[in-house]
T-cell receptor, first 113, second 115 residues
Framework: QKEVEQNSGPLSVPEGAIASLNCTYS??????FFWYRQYSGKSPELIMS????GDKEDGRFTAQLNKASQYVSLLIRDSQPSDSATYLC?????????????FGAGTRLFVKA | KAGVTQTPRYLIKTRGQQVTLSCSPI?????VSWYQQTPGQGLQFLFE???????NKGNFPGRFSGRQFSNSRSEMNVSTLELGDSALYLC??????????????FGAGSRLTVL
């Protein structure tokens, strides 16, 4: 079982719709969760972090965390063509050496104008 | 505030050669992590350095190594290059505090092509 799993997509949504991206993780002790966005040919950039169960909203983005189900999701409301990118779910895994951040394979999102 | 700087941005090597990549973290960041990104495998964790010590390591062969200097700059080396080492190598820095909340900031990456 991979440490962080995402549906690779592609996920295609029309402009103005809600895009829903999902992620599961295997380490029940994980405490910190992140969503990064990566445009083609660019490096990943952080868009959301979440540490507590429930929802966290930032503009058009909402991150949802359910630690009991080991599930993280990202909702993008009013999707725009500029949101077309690969979205990477990341989890901080603890260990003897401190934390390391492990990424899922990413979900490619296409927003059709 | 300058971001994470990686050099070189692009390089081409042949099988059997070795390569060294450099990463200068954001000022004040003491932790540097390295990742390999390929279309088939996604972002794979290589290792993390903090205060000149390797703190975490991923599942890569010993041909992949790294080090960190006293000014927090880091280098990674790949010896005896194989075709499968062609990838984008990303460096990311963070403050390195023990809290799992502190996040990574990535550099632009070094794209390695092995012929």
């Amino acid at each position: 079982q991979k440490e962080v799993e995402q549906n690779s997509g592609p996920l295609s949504v029309p402009e103005g719709a809600i895009a829903s991206l999902n992620c599961t993780y295997s380490d029940r002790g994980s405490q910190s969760f992140f969503w990064y966005r990566q445009y083609s040919g660019k490096s990943p950039e952080l868009i959301m972090s979440i540490y507590s169960n429930g929802d966290k909203e930032d503009g058009r983005f909402t991150a949802q965390l359910n630690k009991a189900s080991q599930y993280v999701s990202l909702l993008i409301r009013d999707s725009q063509p500029s949101d077309s990118a690969t979205y990477l779910c990341a989890v901080n895994l603890g260990g003897a050496g401190g934390f390391k951040t492990i990424f899922g394979a990413g979900t490619r999102l296409f927003v059709k104008a | 505030k300058a971001g994470v700087t990686q050099t070189p941005r692009y390089l081409i090597k042949t099988r059997g050669q070795q390569v060294t990549l450099s990463c200068s973290p954001i000022s004040g960041h003491r932790s540097v992590s390295w990742y390999q990104q390929t279309p088939g495998q996604g972002l794979q964790f290589l290792f993390e350095y903090f205060s000149e010590t390797q703190r975490n390591k991923g599942n890569f062969p010993g041909r992949f190594s790294g080090r960190q200097f006293s000014n927090s700059r880091s280098e990674m080396n790949v010896s005896t290059l194989e075709l499968g080492d062609s990838a984008l190598y990303l460096c990311a820095s963070r403050t390195g505090q023990s809290s799992g909340a502190n996040v990574l900031t990535f550099g632009a990456g070094s794209r390695l092509t092995v012929l």
